[in-house]
């Protein structure tokens, strides 16, 4: 099992190990409007997952961003952002960003 360290303290992770090719896992999240979307599986594309604390900061909103225009040139691909944003301001800062 793999570990980490929070806090300066080794804790050990569980779950199964991700490697580079692995399908991930389907979850299901809220989107922006409230709905449910699954993530995830085998969807004939790459999903490019980009996980940041808070799209209303510009560092987060910068890396957004990149990997939007990166993903962009990538045939076939998709980009699904996590953010710790409630979904009502998500919505907002989707409106306000020019990608």
Same mark, same amino acid.
């Given at each position: 099992?793999?570990?980490?360290?929070?806090?300066?303290?080794?804790?050990?992770?569980?779950? *199964?190990?991700?490697?580079? =090719?692995?399908? %991930?896992? @389907?979850?299901?999240?809220?989107?922006?409007?409230? /709905?449910? !979307?699954?993530?995830?599986?085998?969807?004939?594309?790459?999903?490019?997952?980009?996980?940041?604390?808070?799209?209303?900061?510009?560092?987060?909103?910068?890396? *957004?961003?990149?990997?939007? =225009?990166?993903? %962009?040139? @990538?045939?076939?691909?998709?980009?699904?952002?996590? /953010?710790? !944003?409630?979904?009502?301001?998500?919505?907002?800062?989707?409106?306000?960003?020019?990608?």
């Amino acid at each position: 099992m793999a570990t980490t360290k929070l806090k300066g303290n080794e804790v050990t992770l569980s779950g *199964t190990d991700v490697k580079v =090719g692995d399908v %991930a896992p @389907v979850v299901t999240v809220v989107a922006k409007d409230l /709905s449910d !979307v699954q993530v995830g599986g085998q969807k004939g594309k790459a999903q490019i997952v980009v996980v940041v604390p808070s799209l209303d900061t510009a560092v987060c909103a910068a890396e *957004t961003r990149k990997f939007n =225009g990166a993903a %962009a040139r @990538v045939e076939n691909a998709e980009v699904i952002v996590f /953010s710790m !944003v409630v979904p009502f301001a998500m919505g907002s800062v989707c409106t306000n960003e020019v990608v």
